[in-house]
């Protein structure tokens, strides 16, 4: 193959070669898309109105919602519109775009779930100290370290992949994939970005391992309350992180553990909505459900028994 080294477009994936197959995707998409912008969005308009819920448990799940709409918003609208205008192209400074702003929202979805754990363990297993050490300034210092370690990451994995020549400028994938632009390199750069792919899974396993140690010490702590009441209260804030936890794990596992393969299939696709697409959807029902204080406000949120008046003050 000749290196395309001035190419100007990627082709992407299309999700079906059959039209009837091809319009059932759209809809799924666009399902899954306003489904997940309307639960998180929803999210953050109750943390905002709700003073209830100016605490730094609800400060970084607003957080965490708004990197759930921004991830989502990277890959499914293009796909959407390349789909219903029967186009695969994406500029190449598009798919550079892509992969800059998925890794950033990604990682630091991540970095506040691990943030979130700790904020947990402070919260349960150091409540008297919880106000001093939690204080507005120090989430807003967490948060900014965050998104500034996320902006610099996925710097570096933006610069690594498109620093390499590529043979082909066919993307095996509904969206900007790294592994699969990987795929296309025939440099030896490319082992330049499977570092940092590698430096990424030991960070990740590291903030898991974080994790992990940080709920063994909460539920011995849950577990000394005697209470029943207390217990369930401890737990009804740390369940949902969990939950969203290893939902986010899991479905990154179940999309790269399996065996890599040259061919492109209909289960690439399935692959890649598991892990980019269904935990933004399910975070916000899964704090919803089991959170008292989340449904209350989403409740008032959502009373439509609220005079036009207040409607309008709290869109």
């Not at 969005?41 to 957080?63: E, T």
Request: aromatic residues 12%.
């Amino acid at each position: 193959m000749n290196n395309l080294t001035t190419m100007s477009t990627f082709l992407l994936r299309e999700l079906s070669e059959l039209q009837e197959l091809q319009i059932l995707y759209v809809f799924l998409f666009i399902t899954l898309y306003l489904t997940t912008l309307m639960g998180n969005l929803l999210i953050i308009v109750a943390v905002a109105l709700d003073r209830h819920l100016h605490k730094p448990m609800y400060f970084f799940l607003a957080n965490l919602a708004m990197m759930d709409v921004g991830s989502v918003s990277v890959m499914i609208p293009k796909s959407v519109a390349n789909s219903i205008m029967n186009s695969r192209s994406i500029s190449y400074s598009g798919c550079v775009a892509q992969v800059f702003f998925y890794f950033f929202f990604a990682t630091s979805d991540f970095f506040l779930l691990t943030v979130m754990a700790h904020d947990r363990y402070v919260a349960i297993c150091s409540p008297l100290q919880y106000e001093r050490i939690m204080h507005k300034g120090a989430c807003i210092q967490m948060a900014a370290i965050v998104l500034l370690t996320s902006l610099l990451y996925a710097i570096l994995h933006t610069c690594g992949t498109f620093a390499n020549t590529f043979c082909s400028n066919v993307v095996n994938q509904f969206f900007c994939e790294v592994p699969t632009l990987l795929k296309l390199s025939c440099s030896d750069f490319y082992l330049v970005e499977v570092g940092l792919l590698l430096l990424g899974c030991i960070t990740a396993l590291g903030c898991f391992i974080f994790i992990i140690i940080t709920y063994l010490q909460i539920f011995s702590t849950v577990l000394r309350i005697p209470s029943v009441h207390g217990q369930n209260k401890a737990l009804s804030t740390c369940l949902p992180h969990l939950t969203v936890v290893s939902v986010f794990l899991i479905s990154a596992v179940f999309a790269y553990a399996r065996p890599p393969t040259e061919s492109s299939s209909e289960l690439d696709i399935a692959f890649a909505v598991i892990y980019a697409i269904i935990p933004p959807m399910l975070n916000p029902f899964v704090y919803s459900i089991r959170n008292k204080d989340i449904k209350t406000a989403l409740w008032k949120l959502l009373d439509v028994r609220h005079s036009p008046k207040t409607i309008f003050r709290v869109l």
